[in-house]
């Protein structure tokens, strides 16, 4: 039987559309690899076998039927980051304090997701409440890298790129607020895009900081990432920062052609801090566009050095006041020890919240607590603002700015975490992209010597997707994608189990 | 910026949050360093430049102001770690 989980999202669409393969086969295949490399990798928080298969029978009677003809991910199976809301199924921005929650309404994009005949097969680990750069603040437990499992994949949506890369599902969505997709995708050799800040609805994704979350999508390659945006964006007037956009059809920017797009590359991006095989592979990737008849030059951005202490301030702020919801009432875990009301709040966010939330909301009550508010809040804005102002004049004469994704590949488990200062500043590359609103998109560019991906990002002005997207995939064309060496082994354990079971039965 | 015990009480008070007499110090510590970068942004001028809270222009939007979602109070308080007479029950709060 062909092996339906190496296809790319696309392929197994028009697969299913041409009945070569119907959904179920492809839902048990996927979870088949999902049962026997999961135990390794730990990307799901929630396996959703049984209503998978429920959904697998609607979304083939659909098909069927002649509906969804349009819709070029039908059947797919896909999986969801644990802080987007899906009715009936917990979702628990990998916290204790939500450990039980279950949402009584479906996200605008998992209604979108639905219509057009998605399955949903699990939701993705993840930092909790999204704030981390390694999945290893999830309350449970790291998802692993799977180039290497003593590595971590990135974060906060470092469980939706591992399963990604480890094909345990077809495509993913995640959210990004300070590289949250761009980053893990990097780490885990994958594709992710983080679009334009309004493009994709808010509505039922669970805040971290307001005015920089935007969900996006993570892929094999920018082709199944971009159908999948085209899924998931577009206007709502349930998210009242949604933009209304007259066209949403990114595929049809998946050409292959560069010439004379004006490509920068900030000097500073290339600076101090990062690693001499990062900087290889990502001035490699930009030698590809100019082959490919690019125009390609460095040039000066200011304010690179900033990004990261502005970015902080800001998302620490929302996030205080995002998070005041959680108080043992209304959802959600509730302490046990408690006599009056204030000890419900207090106990139950302090037993409920894990340090570097807990160290987030104070960052974030410090920054707007009185005496302190103009120096650090009201600045932080201010510098934000000047950062934009820096991206316009740059896309006055680019395009697109290239750059890497991290100064770093995917670091080892457990090193990342006991000094926050140095893991903020790996945020350096893509914070600033939040800041702006802009829409970025990584994509792998070769490894390193440990064998580790290398992340390059790409990011264009404000609603520039077609840019970003044109550019990723003519850059596709000339680097072909490497699936993680260790798959090929746990491969083989799957002849292994399956020939036992034949012999069992045989027996 | 030196980050004292006493902040860290009173930051913790705002975020609704209780630290033990333990934690203090390492927290204090942590925050310290990371404010101290923070204040970099000082090395930038900012003169003159207007405070941006958001990219686009974002302005309010209006609608009818009718019902649209469903009544599930049911499937909601479902949610709650203790409900009574159908409300989210709290110990008591007025004597």
Redo the contacts between chains.
Sequence with gaps: MKDITTMTALDLGRAIKQKEISVAEAVKAQFDIMKLRDPSYQCYITMMEEEAYTQAEEIQRRIDAGELFNSTLAGVPMAVKDNICTRGIKTTCASKILYNFVPTYDATVIEKLKQAGAIIIGKTNMDEFAMGSTTETSFLGATKNPWNTECVPGGSSGGSAAAVAAEEAFYALGSDTGGSIRQPAGYCGVTGIKPTYGTVSRYGLIAYASSLDQIGTIGRNISDCTAALEVISGHDLKDSTSVNQLNYSYREALVDDVKQLRIGIPTDYLGKGLDEEVREGILNAAQIFRNKGAIVEEFEMHGVDFAVPSYYVIACAEASSNLSRFDGVKYGYRTENYEGLQDVYKNSRSEGFGNEVKRRMMIGAFVLSSGYYDAFYNKALKVRAIINEGFQRAFEKYDIILGPTAPVTAPGLGESLSDPLKMYLSDIYTVSVNLAGLPAVSLPCGRDKKGLPIGLQLIGKHFGEKDIIRAAYSFEQAVKYERPISLTETNKETKHISSDITKGKGE | MKITED??Q???A??????TEGEKKK?AK??E???D????????D?EG????????P?K??F?EDVVI?EN?RE??L?????QKDGS?A??K?VE
Excluded: G
């Design positions: 902040t860290i009173y930051v913790a705002l975020a609704k949050l209780s630290v927290i942590d925050l360093d990371i404010l970068y923070m204040e970099i942004m000082n090395q930038l900012t430049v207007e405070p941006m809270s958001h990219v686009l974002v309010n939007i609608r979602n599930n499937e909601l479902k949610n709650a770690p203790k989210f709290v110990p709060t």
